[in-house]
């Protein structure tokens, strides 16, 4: 077994991590643009690409689904409003989005167009379906089945692909032939292409009866109402695929009530403000019902507040003056009065929505190959379907003339042409279906559907996830390292034992003495000790003459049954400096300090009369959630900076043999501890509470914080859990894997789907099979591509909650 030893030379080497590689310069910024007119994996690629390509771009990374582009760029070489004019004059309409209290009222805005969106949404949906069912009818009397007068007719078919050209069809024909007019061709150009050649096909037929050929105008209706069927489907699953994000983003209220005195009653004493202009340090009412507007410290009040919408935790909690209450969070049973803390983009809810929106935005590295293909596809299919066209005109149907009676006995029944115009028919109706077929809208909706779903299902139950890099890292490990201290522990110190060593003392006593003494002391231990005896409702005892000795003990002149008497508190060393302990007082105290617990000796003048032991408690899940961890195959370690006894006696409750345990390390200790797993090849995740050991979550490939200190844990980790629950941990790599799976999942049909539809459309089974396909039913399989993908996203949304989030 690895062992976790220092290792300075380690500490310098790079890691072997996934994690995102920081900013090449640490003065470059960052800007988020919204880019428009996006339909693909190539749209994407083309963005990237023209983003990249401008002075002081240091890199471009664009989300599909969310329609973001993150660019980062040197300050005074790049402009934000430059790179967004450029994005536009490539035809990609695009703005650089608001910062502060304007970014948040960009987010309800995007909210609130989504919605409106969705909602014409309907007619979209009912005109396809219409088109579709008139398409079908025309196809009805190519097969001979039923022919219903003026609608099974040509001049009606011909009306009716004019009409769907020129109006439902036309934003998808006007961009596919703008994107071909600038050399950028999209999954628009390649339906345009297959559609209009259709369309001027049957127009010919139409306008030269004598060449035999048959009108289909009711194909390009039919593959342009799959498309529109298909595309407005496929949005509305995005657009529940972005549930979580649009769910915090609503939460944020737009009104604040400012009071000038926390202590004034009413509602005559308060005024409306937008919360976007609230200030910290002001004070606002909050009344039951009500969400919170901004972060901020109960002054006056107490009520129950439901936090569920931040942590994932339905129980409502108590909230009392001193207590920290966060945006967005809803306010059930009293009116508080609250001193404003954070505002705008600095309150927790704002960074959630910031932390949601970035990781929609990272992708996972698995997406590299599929982006590098998603480039070139669109180049791709139109060769292939060149190559289609010149193979079964030249070469295919004069060498399998049978092939030609059978596509044609598929397509149209009854007509008769010369071999010639037989020849060019199937042949152009083959290298249609090619182009109508691919999809290079699967590949690009893989990663970003699923990233969006995982990470709004994390946030929704307290688990941020920084984004699809983070996803594949988390798949990848197999190591997992926790801190001790206020990790696998509570971080308080608390009293264990009390010990009285003489007859005349009770436990009682003896805390209620140690607890004088300690009184007005902030060392940890004193508090520990005074946290107990408030706990017992214990009284303390006149007392005068303190003093005390930092890190070692303290001392006080304490009256007892009417006595002065001297009373000594602290180490064994301490005592030392005084007194002459008697021999029988170490046997107790040395198995105190064996089990890991500091140990505190109370003398009464010159004599120890107790014992008070102190140790920091595990949390109570803790056990439970490292024997799940093990079990899921993962090595877990832990490290801390205790002595090295208390770190062995919490790893025996733990069941942690002592190969996996490190004692007495620093801060910089635990980066060399983690890089040396990584240089023995091991992929490792750091569990820390995000204060003291940003330095080691950042080293780690993954860095997992509770969130007990939010504004650290949120710039180091790459996970963030809100309810700072060690069963979290489960919850995160559980939720982690499932996406990451789902992500394998649409790459693979996406690859598969064009690997096995474009040859069939390309005739590849005919000459065995006689099987082809027109390209209305190519484009049908080509938009059910695109939902599949969407839709086996939006799957995790209804896996057994337990398998996603694995709370004890």
């Known amino acids: 077994m ?25 003065e470059a910024e960052t800007t988020v643009l919204d880019v428009g007119g996006m339909m693909c994996a190539g749209c994407v690629s083309a963005v990237e690409k023209q983003l990249k390509q401008q002075p002081g771009v240091i890199s471009a990374t664009v989300n599909l689904v969310t329609e973001v582009a993150a660019v980062d760029y040197q300050p005074g070489q790049a402009d934000p409003q430059a790179l967004a004019q450029g994005l536009t004059d490539a035809g990609y309409p695009s703005q650089p989005r608001a910062g502060g209290a304007a970014a948040l009222s960009a987010e309800r805005s995007w909210a609130e167009r989504k919605q409106q969106e969705q909602q014409q949404q309907l007619g979209k949906i009912a005109i396809a379906i219409l088109l579709l069912a008139l398409s079908t009818i ?51 150009s390649l339906v345009s292409l297959g559609a209009f050649s259709a369309y001027l096909t049957s127009g010919v037929a139409l306008l030269f009866p004598g060449l035999g050929w048959e009108c289909f105008f009711d194909e390009p209706v039919m593959l342009l109402s799959f498309i529109l069927l298909g595309r407005t489907l496929e949005q509305r699953a995005r657009f529940r695929a972005a549930d979580a994000l649009r ?3 609503s939460l944020q209220p737009s009104r604040a009530r400012l009071i000038a005195n926390p202590q004034a009653e009413g509602e005559s004493s308060s005024v409306d403000i937008p919360a976007s202009q609230v200030q910290a340090g002001e004070w606002l ?39 920290d209450v966060s945006a967005g969070t809803l306010n059930q049973t009293g009116a508080i009065a609250l001193r404003v803390s954070r505002t705008g983009d600095q309150t927790t809810l704002a960074q959630m929505i910031h932390l949601v929106e970035t990781a929609q935005t990272r992708k996972a590295p698995i997406q590299g190959l599929a ?41 149209h029944q009854g007509h008769q042409m010369t071999q010639t115009a037989s020849t060019l028919l199937v042949s152009l109706k083959l290298a249609i279906a090619v182009v109508v077929i691919a999809c290079p809208c699967a590949l690009g909706l893989a990663t970003p559907t699923a990233i969006l779903v995982g990470s709004g299902l994390g946030a929704e ?24 201290t206020g990790t696998l522990t509570r971080g308080q110190p608390e009293v264990t034992d009390c010990l009285p060593l003489v007859a005349d003392l009770s436990a009682e006593q003896l805390l209620q003495i140690a607890a004088t003494v300690e009184q007005g002391t902030r060392h940890p231990l004193a508090q520990a000790i005074q946290a107990a005896a408030e706990a017992q409702s214990l009284t303390l ?51 105190m300090m064996q089990s890991g617990r500091s140990v505190v000796f109370v003398a009464i003048d010159e004599r120890v009369v107790g014992l008070l032991a102190v140790a920091d408690a595990l949390r109570p899940e803790a056990a439970e959630t490292l024997a799940a961890l093990q079990a899921m195959g993962l090595d877990v370690r832990m490290l801390s900076g205790d002595r090295q006894a208390a770190a062995l006696a919490i790893g025996q409750q733990l069941n942690l043999a002592p190969g996996q345990i490190q004692a007495e390390v620093s801060p910089a200790d635990k980066v060399s501890a983690i890089a040396t797993l990584q240089k023995s090849g091991q992929r490792v995740g750091l569990v820390g509470d995000g204060i003291n050991d940003a ?78 396909l027109n390209p209305g039913f190519a484009g049908g399989l080509m938009a059910l591509s695109s939902i599949t993908v969407v839709l086996n996203s939006l799957l995790l949304r209804w896996q057994p909650r337990q398998t996603l989030t694995q709370r004890g």
């Open 371 to 411: 982006d590098r293909i998603s480039g070139y596809f669109t180049y791709g299919v139109l060769a292939l379907s060149l190559l289609t066209f010149l193979f079964w005109y030249w070469v295919g149907l004069p060498l399998w003339p049978a092939v030609l009676h059978t596509a044609l006995g598929h397509w």
């Open 247 to 249: 769910s915090l983003i």
């Open 2 to 26: 690895t062992q976790l030893a220092p290792d300075p030379q380690a500490a310098a080497a790079p890691a072997a991590s996934l994690k995102a590689a920081p900013k090449v310069d640490p």
């Open 695 to 772: 330095p080691a979550l950042a080293q780690a490939d993954v860095g997992i914080a509770l969130n007990s200190g939010t504004e650290v844990a949120m710039e180091t980790a790459d996970i963030v859990l809100m309810q700072n629950s060690l069963t979290d941990v489960l919850a995160a790599i559980s939720l982690s894997r499932a996406t990451f799976n789902k992500i394998r999942q649409n790459l693979a049909w996406a690859f598969a789907y064009n690997l096995v539809c474009i040859p069939i459309a390309a005739g590849a089974l005919l000459p065995a099979f006689g099987l082809a």
């Open 138 to 188: 025309g196809h009805l009397k190519h097969f001979g089945w039923l022919e219903v007068p003026i609608l099974s007719s040509i001049g009606f078919h011909c009306g009716l692909a004019t009409l769907t050209l020129l109006f439902p069809a036309r934003e998808i024909l006007v961009d596919g032939a703008q994107g071909l007019r600038r050399g950028r061709p999209n999954m628009n």
């Open 461 to 484: 139950r307290g688990l941020l996830i920084r984004g699809g890099d983070v996803l594949e890292a988390v798949h990848g490990l197999d190591t997992l390292v926790f801190d001790k």
């Open 541 to 591: 005892l006149p007392a005068q003459d303190f003093q005390t000795d930092a890190g070692l003990g303290a001392a006080a002149t304490v009256t007892m049954d009417k006595q002065d008497r001297t009373v000594r508190l602290g180490s064994q060393d301490y005592l030392k400096l005084a007194i002459s302990p008697e021999p029988t007082v170490w046997e107790p105290a040395e198995a």
């Open 285 to 323: 009412r909050v009344l039951p019902g009500e969400k919170v507007p901004v972060d901020g410290v109960v002054e006056t009040g107490q009520t129950t507040v439901d936090e569920s919408m931040l942590t994932g935790e339905s129980i409502p909690v108590t909230k009392q003056p001193g207590d």
